[in-house]
């Protein structure tokens, strides 16, 4: 079945940096565009980032252009997040994303906290 296992959050202090792991299986990986979201407590869920399948061209939320970025690795069936100069306003369930046509698959997010 399909499973999206999320890995790599934690507890860092602001300005420290983290990198997300989610693992895709179930699916074929390379034909989807793979995006990270985040939700914070009392907030909506909202989009961060986003990779295509092919050209693998990259997207940001303004919060984060220029502090965090996306990969995936295709082969390992893999999608990355660097998450660099980290902020208390980041803090936040983290969730890997696997979205093409109508299909549309959730892991089960792991937590951030940016916090001294």
């Known amino acids: 079945q399909v499973q999206l296992v999320e890995s790599g959050g934690g507890l860092v202090q602001p300005g420290g940096s983290l990198t997300l792991s989610c693992v895709a299986s179930?699916?074929?990986?390379?034909?989807?565009?793979m995006k990270w979201y985040r939700q914070a407590p009392g907030k909506e869920r909202e989009w961060v980032a986003s990779?295509?399948?092919?050209?693998?061209?990259?997207n940001y939320a303004d919060s984060v252009k220029g502090r965090f970025t996306i990969s995936r690795d295709n082969a390992e069936n893999a999608v990355y997040l660097q998450m660099n100069s980290l902020k208390p306003e980041d803090t936040a369930v983290y969730y890997c994303?696997?979205?093409?046509?109508?299909?549309?698959?959730w892991g089960q997010g792991t937590q951030v906290t940016v916090s001294s």
């Open positions: 179930g699916f074929t990986f390379s034909a989807y565009m």
């Open positions: 994303n696997a979205a093409l046509l109508r299909s549309n698959y």
């Open positions: 990779i295509t399948s092919l050209r693998g061209t990259t």
